[in-house]
């Protein structure tokens, strides 16, 4: 760490983000003495430092914990560790960053701007939610008590098993997590708002002709009701008609896409129509030499906890060789 002209410290790498993405990162660049700098974020995106872990009751897919975790614990985890071999981790989120100079610039929202001679950008990406009565967080509202945004998250636990399950979109994503959710409930209906699908037609054909699958073409869920626990039906409204029936219910999964935290970027990086990250195939290598991205911000097919750590792994690494080639 040295100062720059402006009097900004300047860091071997910094840590744009904080999931298993970012702490991987974070890991693996102290373990090789690189001294990273994290800004961890402060509910960023609406998400607490950690990400959107940090919103899943229990995780039961991720290597070494038999038994499960919790969101918020595995992510404490993460936290302590990064830490333990060194990492300097700000509770603060990025507001932008400059790519056009070297170092690059990192300004915080707080004001703890600095230098990096290398970035990782982890930011991740959250799951869009529709504001339904009874979906939300809080006192009589039923997030991950039954509502979820990741079916392959959150699917198999058992307050979901052998009870009807909702979901809510009409695009691939939907389909995928209908049908993945058909392992577990005792039947899958998912609800649309236009009277076709968006999906592809191969995804179409395996829901319509899956025998656990129903479809409501044209429908809203409008209320999640439940009994203070968990999830027990939902109201759903025929927007042609505008009538509204109660149907039993173990959960409820929005499939609606996700969005990028990459904003903060203002269109430094190439990114895709969607705004995730676009990274050389096989690598962590952005637009951009010097920074690199992992996790869910360059992730839009997988979203999983453990590829985000490996991608964060892989960053890790090719910025350990990125930094070795600028000193030959």
Known sequence: ?????????????????????????????????????MYEGFLAAGVAAGGQLTTTTDVENFPGFPDGIGGQEITDLFRKQSVRFGTKVLTETVKSVDL????????????????????????????????????????????????SACAVCDGAAPIFREKPLFVIGGGDSAMEE???????????????????????????????????????????????????????????????????????????FFAIGHEPSTKFLDGQLELDSTGYIITTPGTTQTSVPGVFAAGDCQDKKWRQAITAAGTGCMAALEVEHYLAALSD
């Not at 298993?20 to 690189?34: D, F, K, M, V």
């Not at 054909?205 to 939902?234: C, F, M, N, W």
Request: glycine residues 12%; hydrophobic residues 35%.
């Open 100 to 147: 056009s100079v070297r170092p690059f610039l990192v300004r915080g929202e707080y004001g703890t701007d600095c230098r990096a001679k290398s970035l990782i950008v982890s930011t991740g990406a959250t799951a869009k939610r529709l504001d339904i009565p009874g979906a939300g967080e809080g006192i009589g509202q039923y997030w991950q008590r039954g509502v």
């Open 178 to 252: 209908a049908l993945f959710l058909t392992k577990y409930g005792s039947e899958v209906v998912i609800v649309h708002r236009r009277d076709e699908l968006r999906a592809s037609k191969i995804m179409q054909r395996r829901a319509v002709q899956h025998p656990k699958i129903r479809l409501l073409y044209s429908s809203a869920v409008t209320e999640v009701l439940g009994d203070g626990a968990t999830v027990k039906s939902v109201r759903i409204k025929d927007l042609k008609t505008g009538e509204e029936h109660e149907e039993s219910a173990g959960g409820l």
């Open 1 to 37: 760490m040295v100062e720059n002209g402006d009097g900004l410290e300047v860091h071997d790498v910094v840590i744009i983000g904080s999931g298993p993405a970012g702490h991987t990162s974070a890991i693996y660049t102290a373990r090789a003495e690189l001294k990273p700098v």
